[in-house]
């Protein structure tokens, strides 16, 4: 505020020294030049009643001519200080309607009241810069698992698009420069609420730059940057960010995947998607010969995915560039003519790799015409072409920011998740099919919330003190029971815990418990609310573990709290 008061000041002060000068030249004369009174003596006004006269008079108010009529010298003196005014008065209000529409004055406006907005939170939040695509899918995502967070971007159109978003909490945000550090801190990079810092620009350098910023400035808080190369992505590690996300190289890990265990590719999928993501049928790109249409970052990524599995794969690409042991037909792909000659009527499968979304649907639909039975995967650049990608039905549709947005949702849910799919990557077909089936009969189709529990004084208290004593068993299962009714589950499934240097996947819930064990749960967002009482209440926990319910107790309790059951 202090600073938007300086600009004000400074803008203005022309028109307010005017104005000023107006008030003390009419002062002086009003003293100066003598009126009459009833007796026809001459007097002369005090400077009180010259002040007075003025602040009336000048400030286009008018109350008459006081302490006593005034003379003709004064009336005259009076009428020209009154158009003096009124000039001065206009100049103010020109300039002050100049600097409302001021882009500087408004910039530091906003930074004042973006800084209150940030101060004034009292409850962890997320940093994110850049509010492109992707960050806009990350902050929804964020809103829909009741996550603050507070967004900086350089585009002011971003930023007030925002304000479109049919978002549940109120996010502070700011058009500033991520690469600077007063930005970052202006944000509450320093501040302890302060969870993690998402760097999602388009640009590699800027977000290199926020994660050198936030290792030097806040080292605590774990950094997840957005690279689009893996030179990008080495650089960026090298400089201390926690995490780095090359969406072109996770499809083309994911792809692999899909290949040689499609059961693994749908359950990672499935655990890392956005919230009211569905659970979709299992989709396995066939082993063959593949076609990739546009060798950049994506299309190259894809190349050595295929490669690592002994593929065959031809390359279209305009610029033919020279890759060995491969085959390169020179063309755009978008013509039958050379799909082809890439040998596209008898190929497994295509990849249309470009930059451009027509160029990429064209490529997809010319090869179909060729080959009807052809496995198409095609990669969406823009969210907003989502309802031709829609409309096609692409086997497998590649989108960059739902990727990244899936990814740093696993990370900040709990870096536990980012274990457990790392098992699943090494786990045959018929496994993920079994944690599916387990998963899915417990809590449905819907993409699923996951939490981490650590049997602690912070976050299990009262089954923490349980786990202390020799007569009180305490299992999975337990911490799986209702509050309200222990006879009935919760949609929830504990999909890993630790023990020490043990790991055990999809744990039996008759397992028991041990103080430090950490265990990783996936299901609904009700069943984390509802599993909250029986770790952190001891009532709750009787009641859960051994049915017991002692007068006072948390049944009790429900039972005589009006509106209870």
Request: hydrophobic share 45%; glycine share 8%.
């Amino acid at each position: 505020m202090n600073n938007a008061v300086l600009v004000a000041l400074r803008r203005l002060r022309a028109p307010i020294v005017l104005l000023v000068l107006v008030f003390a030249v009419g002062i002086v004369g009003l003293v100066l030049i003598p009126g009459t009174d009833e007796a026809g003596r001459p007097w002369r006004m005090s400077i009180f009643d010259a002040l007075y006269f003025m602040s009336y008079t000048a400030s286009t108010i008018g109350f008459g001519e006081i302490p006593r009529a005034f003379s003709t010298p004064q009336r005259i003196w009076v009428t020209l200080v009154i158009y003096a005014s009124v000039i001065g008065w206009a100049y103010l209000v020109a300039n002050l309607l100049s600097l409302a529409q001021d882009r500087a004055f408004r910039a530091v406006l906003e930074t004042g009241r973006f800084r209150r907005r940030v101060h004034a939170l009292r409850e962890p939040f997320y940093l994110v810069c850049g509010l492109g695509e992707t960050g806009t899918l990350v902050g929804r995502a964020l809103d829909a698992l009741g996550l603050r967070f507070v967004a900086i971007d350089v585009s002011e159109e971003r930023v007030q698009e925002l304000d479109l978003l049919d978002l549940a909490q109120d996010v502070p945000a700011m058009v500033a420069n991520a690469r600077l550090p007063e930005n970052l801190l202006a944000a509450g990079l320093a501040r302890p609420e302060c969870r993690g810092v998402l760097t999602l620009t388009n640009d590699d350098q800027a977000n290199l730059a926020v994660a050198i910023s936030v290792r030097l400035l806040n080292p605590e808080v774990p950094v997840v940057a957005r690279a689009m190369s893996r030179d990008a992505t080495a650089n960026m590690l090298s400089f201390g960010a926690d995490h780095v996300i090359n969406p072109f190289a996770t499809f083309g890990e994911y792809l692999a995947i899909a290949i040689k265990s499609p059961g693994s590719h749908r359950l990672m999928s499935w655990l890392t998607g956005l919230p009211g993501t569905m659970l979709k049928p299992e989709t396995a790109p066939p082993r063959g010969r593949w076609i990739v249409c546009g060798y950049g970052r994506f299309g190259s990524e894809v190349v050595r995915a295929f490669r690592g599995l002994d593929l065959d794969v031809t390359i279209v690409d305009p610029d033919e560039p020279t890759v060995d042991g491969l085959r390169v037909v020179r063309g755009l792909g978008t013509e039958a003519a050379t799909l082809e000659a890439a040998g596209a009527r008898d190929a497994a499968g295509i990849v249309a790799a470009t930059d451009d979304d027509v160029s990429n649907l064209s490529i997809v639909v010319t090869a179909r015409e060729i080959n009807p039975g052809v496995f198409t995967i095609v990669r969406q650049n823009l969210r907003a072409s989502s309802a031709l990608f829609t409309a096609y039905d692409a086997d497998i549709t590649m989108v960059s920011s739902e990727i990244i947005a899936n990814q740093c949702l696993a990370l900040l849910q709990t870096p536990l998740l980012a274990r457990f799919l790392g098992i699943v990557r090494n786990e045959d077909d018929a496994w993920a099919d079994r944690a599916i089936e387990r998963l899915q009969a417990r809590i449905g189709a819907e993409a699923p919330d996951v939490w981490r529990v650590r049997m602690d004084s912070i976050d299990a208290p009262a089954c923490h003190e349980a786990l202390g004593r020799d007569d009180y068993p305490l299992a999975l299962a337990d911490l799986c029971r209702d509050c309200a009714d222990r006879e009935r589950c919760l949609e929830c499934v504990p999909m890993l815990l630790v023990r020490g240097s043990e790991t055990l996947v999809l744990p039996d819930e008759a397992l028991q418990l041990r103080r430090g064990d950490t265990v990783l749960f996936a299901g609904r967002p009700a069943a984390r609310a509802a599993q909250r009482p029986v770790l952190r209440n001891v009532n709750a926990r009787d009641y859960a573990v051994r049915g017991i319910d002692r007068p006072g107790g948390w049944i009790w309790q429900r039972m005589t709290r009006p509106g209870g059951r």
